[in-house]
């Protein structure tokens, strides 16, 4: 079946740091890939997608490769801010209903 | 528009006790669902509905039950509690054409505590 994979957190970082998360999955066909994010006390919200190999999805100085060769989908930004921190959430949606899968989640906590 | 809602917000049961969870869309979405959230786990789905009157299994439906009477509200129930269902409990919806996005809209969530 289908399956998302992200690293681990805690990921703690200085404001202005660069950073990424790493995101693999694993699907039949060719799956829509999401990142989304929670931050504290809220629900989720769509933070940026792409639906085939070599789309760059963005938004809000984040951004994502969806990388079929190593089917992977890496989430970057540059210069994180403190309210960057928050959870965010690898996703795949396979063929049936626009359900998803989603990985573990990754706590992101930025300090000033 | 409120969006998604959720009620309660927080919740404290006892073993076998019984519960509904309420989910409230304001934005017509035909296609709810129901996710529970596990500590280091991801979000697990536990129940679908792809519009009123029509519900069905996802991943984790053990200990659950849905209805979807109108095209608003979808309420989770749990009938007897199990310190196993302690998570969060999160609720989302999606209209039947959002282009290639499929994006969901999420509630806030309910913290459920099962001793």
């Known amino acids: 079946g289908n399956s998302v994979t992200q690293m681990e957190g805690p990921v703690t970082l200085s404001e202005e740091a660069f950073l990424t998360i790493n995101c693999t999955y694993t699907a039949t066909g060719y799956p829509s890939l999401f990142w989304y994010v929670q931050y504290p006390g809220e629900g989720l919200q769509l933070l940026l997608k792409?639906?085939?190999?070599?789309d760059k999805g963005s938004n809000k100085g984040f951004e994502a490769t969806y990388r079929k060769e190593t089917t992977s989908f890496h989430l970057e930004k540059g210069s994180v801010q403190v309210s960057d921190s928050a959870v965010y959430f690898c996703?795949?949606?396979?063929?049936?209903?626009?359900?998803?899968?989603f990985g573990a989640g990754t706590q992101v906590v930025v300090t000033p | 528009n409120a969006g998604v809602t959720q009620t309660p917000k927080f919740r404290i049961l006892k073993i076998g006790q019984s519960m509904t969870l309420q989910c409230t869309q304001d934005?017509?979405?035909?296609?709810m669902y129901w996710y529970r959230q596990d500590p280091g786990m991801g979000l697990k789905l536990i129940y679908y509905s792809v519009g009123a009157g029509i519900t069905d299994k996802g991943e984790v439906p053990n200990g659950y039950n849905v209805s979807r009477s109108t095209t608003e509200d979808f309420p989770l129930r749990l009938e007897l509690a199990a310190p196993s269902q302690t998570s969060v409990y999160f609720c989302?919806?999606?209209?039947?054409?959002?282009?290639?996005?499929?994006?969901?809209?999420f509630g806030p969530g309910t913290r459920l505590t099962v001793t």
């Open positions: 934005m017509n979405h035909n296609y």
């Open positions: 989302a919806s999606r209209p039947t054409t959002s282009g290639d996005t499929y994006e969901q809209y």
């Open positions: 792409a639906t085939k190999a070599d």
């Open positions: 996703a795949l949606r396979g063929n049936s209903w626009g359900k998803l899968q």
